[in-house]
């Protein structure tokens, strides 16, 4: 079902029909809900997810739902492809003006040359070792 809309979410976006419902959101907030998540397969594979927001208390406007749907879809994908007894670093911060994002694994990594390719449509990417 997951898949399902997830898919639905695609189309709505390729055909400009999303609707976001704005709000102010805590990004402690949804990163912590975002682990909560993540933790049972984290948990199979011994892979540990840290999280981090500096400050402490950061609210932006978003739509906290697709905010959160990206997250968990960034932070899955770490957990997925990290290694066995590994980490998951998300880490939300604030520096000149902007919100930064990072989600940091120990995992497999994407091949050098198939980076500028990762935000076509439908493309394959080739996954290394680090």
């Known amino acids: 079902m997951s898949l399902i809309n997830e898919l639905l979410d695609l189309a709505k976006i390729e055909a400009g029909a999303i609707q976001l419902n704005e709000q102010k959101t805590d990004l402690f907030q949804i990163t912590q809900s975002c682990k909560t998540m993540l933790t ?27 905010l959160k749907q990206i997250l968990v879809n960034l932070a899955g994908n770490a957990v997925k492809f990290s290694n066995h007894g590994g980490n998951v670093h998300i880490s939300w911060s604030c520096s000149r003006g902007r919100i930064i994002l990072e989600v940091k694994d120990d995992g497999v990594g994407i091949e050098q040359e198939f980076i500028p390719e990762l935000f076509q449509p439908l493309k394959e990417v080739g996954l290394r070792k680090i």
């Open 40 to 66: 049972a397969r984290a948990s199979e594979r011994n892979i540990n997810v840290h999280t981090s927001v500096v400050p402490a208390e950061l609210y932006i406007q978003a739509d906290p739902i697709r």
